[in-house]
């Protein structure tokens, strides 16, 4: 059951929280006190109770962004929740649960219908979210949360460009949108001091498109550059070494093959004949 689950995340945390304790106690010598148990799980778990490391979520639904929400205040975390794309259902539990999202942009593909009478079949529910998905970004941005854009859940990579405009398109600014990017999903990730910006000394992982706005997404990528390291998307078409020979060059080449196998023929015949003569 869902009450199930959460109690069984929160006692996890309760116990590498106590765990945790026992060990410090331990180390400092305390008298009379055995040596707590060897657990790697829950030593591991210390890291996140301490924001050493950042915890990600993965609510699926309004409902459940709240709930991950209160666990995290509860221990304290450092995390970040992903974005389950009904935010716009309850955007006053999003706003309370987190200031950070990642958030896909795999947007639902609106079906085609063989009639016009056949949308009255399609409940209010399913338009509303058809309508929704895309600004569900620009919604948790006006929430005052920084997000980062991923292609998680993208069955088609190839349309993140395009569901990415569709979000600039309901109210997300490019700005945000380079930012969700670049800059913030480096401070998510704690390496803003390496990636994100076009700095000196940092790592230059570029994508290049030929002209306009990488928000629009008629505009071919020209080239990628990892860690330095340019990579052309198209290549440059190289032109061939080797020269067309005309065709009158091919029909005389196929006139002196045609006329050099009609003498060998003839050369067999003769000798052919000779043979038979002398029998």
Not at 48 to 72: F, H, K, N, Q
Not at 144 to 161: H, M, P, Q, Y
Request: hydrophobic share 40%.
């Amino acid at each position: 059951s869902l009450m199930g689950v959460i109690a069984v995340i929160r006692q996890t945390l309760m116990d590498a929280r106590h765990h945790d304790a026992s060990l410090a106690d331990y180390r400092k010598g305390a008298a009379n006190r055995r040596r707590p148990e060897f657990n790697p799980a829950l030593d591991s778990l210390g890291e996140i109770l301490t924001r050493e490391r950042v915890v990600l979520i993965e609510p699926r639904s309004a409902l459940m962004t709240d709930r991950a929400g209160r666990l995290v205040k509860e221990f304290n975390l450092d995390a970040i929740l992903v974005a389950s794309g009904q935010e716009w259902r309850r955007p006053d539990l999003a706003k309370r649960a987190a200031k950070r999202f990642v958030v896909p942009v795999d947007l639902p593909k609106i079906p085609k219908m063989p009639s016009d009478d056949d949308w009255d079949a399609i409940s209010l529910d399913a338009l509303r979210n058809w309508d929704w998905a895309a600004e569900n970004p620009a919604l948790l941005k006006r929430g005052g949360a920084a997000i980062a854009l991923t292609t998680f859940g993208l069955s088609e990579r190839k349309d993140f460009r395009k569901n990415v405009a569709r979000a600039v398109e309901r109210g997300l600014s490019e700005t945000d949108a380079l930012a969700a990017l670049t800059t913030v999903p480096a401070s998510f990730c704690r390496v803003s001091d390496r990636l994100g910006t076009i700095e000196k000394g940092k790592i230059a992982n570029l994508t290049v498109v030929a002209g306009g706005s990488y928000f629009d997404p008629e505009k071919k990528i020209r080239e990628v550059w990892i860690d330095g390291r340019v990579f052309p998307v198209e290549p440059l078409k190289v032109a061939s070494q080797t020269k067309k020979k005309p065709e009158s060059e091919k029909t005389e080449k196929s006139d002196e093959e045609a006329a050099k196998k009609k003498t060998e023929t003839d050369k067999k015949k003769a000798e052919l004949a000779k043979v038979r003569k002398k029998r």
